[in-house]
């Protein structure tokens, strides 16, 4: 894996969450850190939460909670799984349990907190009139113009076999642009948290909104080149071909069932 200037290498290891010894400390020039994670696997959290312990982060930003939910639960331990999640509506959102991420809300007991998840008609939006429309001003600065043609055409089918080849193709096209919007979003949020903290800023986050090549890494670089940016993926079996993350770590799978299955 690329090492990060100071920032300390991750043991990549199978069916386990530890942390190898540090390089070296953090050093003072800010840096942002994004932590991807397959939703539902416990152990991708504890990995998070045991790099939060390890490298305290002067904020975090959230791909799972909005500004309104983070506002919502101001002022409650966050060792408190049960009314942290009750404060965010947490089930409602339709995420995973709470009691999986109770791990890293509980490594981040007094740092900022910044929800990054955009309202729902923003998202439709996107849909249907793309990214960059919905995202404003600076839009370009974070990458949002124009695909070339073969990189458009690889999107949409990861997008098609992400959602088991089982909805229209003409779909495909607006929920490239979602993610695309998604992405620049997240880095937009990064970047504030790191303007108004100092930094460093840790991202909880997607592995496809992790990716160097095209997730918040990727419109970051665009949007401020002088920002260092160590990603990581987490994964249940070894990625294969070019794996675009600065590092990643291994957990044992959980049993899903047929993922396809609510297609069908």
Known sequence: MRRLGALA??????G???LAEPASELGAEPVIVVLGEMHDNPDHHVVQAQWLMRYPPAAAVFEMLTPAQVAAGGGIDRD?????GRA??????GWPDFAIYAPVFAALPEVPLYGAALPRDAVRAAAQV?????FGDGADSFGLGPLAQADQAAREAEQMEVHCDALPAAMMAGMVEVQRLRDAHFARVALQA???TGGPVVVITGNGHARRDRGIPAAIALARPGVEVFALGQFEAPPEGDVPYDGYFIAAPIDRGDPCAAFR
Do not use: S
Request: net charge negative; proline share 0%; aromatic share 10%.
């Open 88 to 93: 965010y509506g947490w089930e409602a959102a």
């Open 16 to 18: 386990a969450f530890a």
């Open 130 to 134: 793309g990214a960059a429309a919905v």
């Open 194 to 196: 790191l303007d108004e």
């Open 80 to 84: 408190d799984a049960a009314a942290l």
């Open 9 to 14: 290498a991750l043991a990549i290891v199978a």
